[in-house]
């Protein structure tokens, strides 16, 4: 089962005005979400103490929904609360991804579900930013755009193709014969070069190495810069990566910047390559985070770099559910 909210306000506490705003919030929740009747299994209500002429839940029958249970309760008063407020949950067995909806004046409950959302997390590799990243845009119900990964692809056509990606004339020549889409399925991003899914291929090591060296070169940077500008300009999104809060999107509203010690970082990268059947020692893995750290650092466009108005997490004591929390807190704190 999933629960899935929604709340609107009304002008004035009348039974014609009540009866509008639940038909209209309920039949927003059902389209967005692709209901069926029968997917609902009740709808419970709550609305402050200052509508007091109709019950939502009567409304709701009014409005077609009268295959499920319906439930009303009257909100305490608080101060400050928002005024003529009515909150909706649905509960239902659907499988579908929960699409809260907010309306008129209840937007401002969620304006990360009313305005688009965008998120930066920059940060070396092994600091966790991927994860971290993914779990947010799950919580957050918004997309997970992996920046990384269309460097990869990229690195990935060099290598295939005998392109030298140390050379930068050479990468600038062979740029129009790559073409990076990204495309989201059952939730996780794929990769596809020139149509094909490369989203395994990009992960072994060796790319990973190859996609640093690429990714400073600055015609490689204006190409996949303009894609993932164009995808966050129109989603809510949350963006990992080195650069983004300080060159990819200087102006998104919610910037974090990850680190953790070296060590930590290697033995995390460890295990991961062990769970992908990729044996590297760790002492292996250490030097090639430290050079990839002052590869990354060092080059000359866009370097890793912390955003003056980044907050900086040191997720070298934390696990992964912390460091969501955290953020999570800190973003529904300035909301």
């Not at 002429?53 to 609360?81: D, H, M």
């Not at 755009?145 to 030298?164: E, F, K, S």
Request: hydrophobic residues 40%.
């Amino acid at each position: 089962m999933k629960a899935i909210r929604g709340a609107t306000t009304v002008n004035s506490d009348t039974a014609e005005e009540i009866k509008e705003c639940v038909s209209e919030l309920l039949l927003k929740i059902k389209e967005k979400n692709r209901l069926k009747d029968e997917d609902i299994v009740c709808i419970l209500f709550s609305n402050t103490a200052d509508i007091h002429s109709y019950y939502p839940a009567k409304a709701a029958r009014e409005a077609g929904f009268v295959s499920c249970a319906l439930f009303s309760s009257l909100e305490p008063e608080i101060n400050g609360a928002l005024q003529k407020c009515i909150r909706v949950m649905i509960i239902t067995e659907s499988n579908c991804c929960a699409e809260h909806v907010y309306l008129k004046g209840a937007a401002n409950l969620r304006k990360d579900l009313s305005n688009k959302l965008n998120i930066a997390i920059d940060g070396p590799a092994g600091s966790g930013k991927s994860t971290v990243s993914k779990l947010l845009a799950k919580r957050f119900n918004i997309l997970y755009l992996d920046t990384g990964a269309m460097y990869r692809a990229c690195a990935l056509a060099c290598h295939l193709n005998g392109i030298n990606v140390a050379d930068g004339v050479s990468v600038k020549k062979f740029l129009d014969n790559i073409n990076i889409t990204v495309k989201y399925e059952n939730g996780a991003q794929v990769t596809f070069l020139n149509g094909d899914d490369v989203s395994d291929e990009i992960r072994i090591p060796e790319i990973s190495m190859l996609a640093s060296t690429v990714s400073a070169h600055e015609c490689v940077r204006i190409k996949m810069v303009g894609l993932q500008r164009e995808i966050a300009n129109k989603n809510s999104c949350v963006l990992d990566g080195r650069d983004i809060g300080t060159n990819v999107l200087p102006d998104a509203e919610f910037k974090f910047f990850l680190t953790a010690l070296p060590e930590v970082r290697a033995c995390r990268r460890t295990k991961e390559n062990e769970s992908k059947g990729i044996n590297q020692k760790f002492e292996e893995v250490l030097k090639e985070i430290i050079r990839r750290d002052e590869q990354d650092r060092t080059r000359k466009i866009a370097p890793l770099l912390k955003a003056n108005d980044a907050v900086e997490v040191d997720t070298s004591y934390m696990d992964i559910d912390d460091v969501v929390n955290y953020i999570t807190k800190n973003i529904q704190g300035r909301i």
